[in-house]
């Protein structure tokens, strides 16, 4: 798969709503929350997103976050949630996929959901966001839960492991 971006909706420094490939069959993947992926090069977790993508016959990504603040350390991700900023995700978001009818949505944050007692909740409020209307969403998750019971990062998961069912309803 090549790095070909259609949209980045976001600001270079600061936070990333939406990363999306050029593409008619993505793999919508959630994260915990953007590095330095921009429009013009990806990092290893996006590199990684399209492996998986590309293994599981996608032609292309839509990378979104459970928080927007671009960090390359979880350690500056902000303690206390920024509620413009989620809110701004969220719109994001909504207005990216209005015209999808149904989505094949990876969760992939790793154990890092755990280290902000916001995050659960930023992913229930996507949840509801991608699943407005009558859009069908297939769940997905790679390979087994983490065992404190968290969907794989794709950086701490070998493609081996493969796409499995994500029961939402359970982890919510």
């Known amino acids: ?51 998986f993508a590309e293994r599981n016959k996608y032609d292309s990504f839509v990378m979104l976050n459970l928080y927007a603040q671009r960090s390359t350390d979880f ?8 509620m413009k900023l989620h809110q701004g995700n969220l719109d994001a978001i909504r207005e990216y996929f209005k015209m999808y009818d149904d989505l094949d949505v990876l969760v992939a944050w790793g154990n890092h959901i755990r280290k902000r007692n916001y995050l659960l909740d930023c992913f229930r409020d996507i949840a509801n966001v991608l699943q407005e209307g009558k859009r069908k969403i297939s769940w997905m998750q790679i390979g087994k839960l983490t065992k404190p019971g968290h969907a794989r990062h794709p950086l701490h998961a070998r493609y081996d492991f493969g796409l499995k069912t994500f029961d939402i309803d359970s982890y919510l």
């Not at 593409?23 to 290893?44: M, Q, Y």
């Not at 350690?75 to 920024?82: A, L, P, S, T, Y």
């Open 1 to 51: 798969m090549d790095y070909q971006i259609d949209k980045m909706i976001g600001d270079e420094n600061t936070h990333r709503y939406v990363l999306a490939s050029k593409g008619i069959k993505p793999l919508v993947v959630i994260g915990v929350n953007p590095s330095t992926a921009n429009e013009h090069k990806p990092d290893p977790t996006i590199r990684k997103v399209m492996g």
């Open 75 to 82: 350690k500056g991700v902000h303690r206390e949630r920024d």
